[in-house]
Every structure is written in structure tokens, then in C-alpha cells.
């Protein structure tokens, strides 16, 4: 029981981190709405976002059970020098 509440507690906690450096990073941006709709398409633009996935597989296995998966994919970018941005995914 106690590990499973730990284990609710972090994720809720990672998830509102993740969603308040988002949110950051969108409302560091001054710029217009056509420039953050152009970013947001640019693959290796200077900014963080943080896409879910969220996937139901149902009659998996030999119970005929429903698998649940959750893919969270972080991208986060780092500047090297004024001419290099290293982007993790």
C-alpha cells in the first residue's frame, strides 16, 4: 500500500514539474503568436515541450487484459555556443 502511494506521489510530482517548465518556457517567449505557432513546428527550435502519449492495448496476454502505456517524450534544448543547440529527445 505505502509503495504504491510513493510511487502516485512521484509521478504526480514529475509531471508537474514537467508541466511547470512548459508553461515557463511558453511565457518566457514575448514574441508573437505566428512566432511561437512557427517554433512549435521547427523541430530543433530553441524551446521545451513535453508531448504525451498515451496508448490502450486491449486483450493482451492470456487473461485477455487491457495494457495501458503512458510514453512522455521530453524535449529539451541546450546552447553550446551562439552557433550550436544540442536538442535531447
Not at 513546428?41 to 496508448?55: D, K, T
Not at 487484459?65 to 534544448?77: A, C, D, S, Y
Request: charged share 10%; no cysteine; aromatic share 8%.
Amino acid at each position: 500500500m505505502e509503495y504504491t502511494m510513493r510511487t502516485k506521489l512521484l509521478t504526480f510530482l514529475t509531471v508537474a514539474v514537467m508541466m511547470a517548465m512548459a508553461t515557463s518556457a511558453q511565457a518566457a517567449d514575448e514574441g508573437s503568436q505566428a512566432n511561437l505557432a512557427q517554433q512549435a513546428n521547427n523541430p530543433i527550435a530553441n524551446m521545451i515541450s513535453v508531448p504525451f502519449q498515451y496508448n490502450a492495448n486491449f486483450n493482451i496476454g492470456p487473461y485477455d487484459r487491457t495494457q495501458q502505456v503512458l510514453t512522455i517524450q521530453p524535449v529539451i534544448p541546450f546552447e553550446l555556443s551562439q552557433d550550436w543547440l544540442l536538442v535531447t529527445r
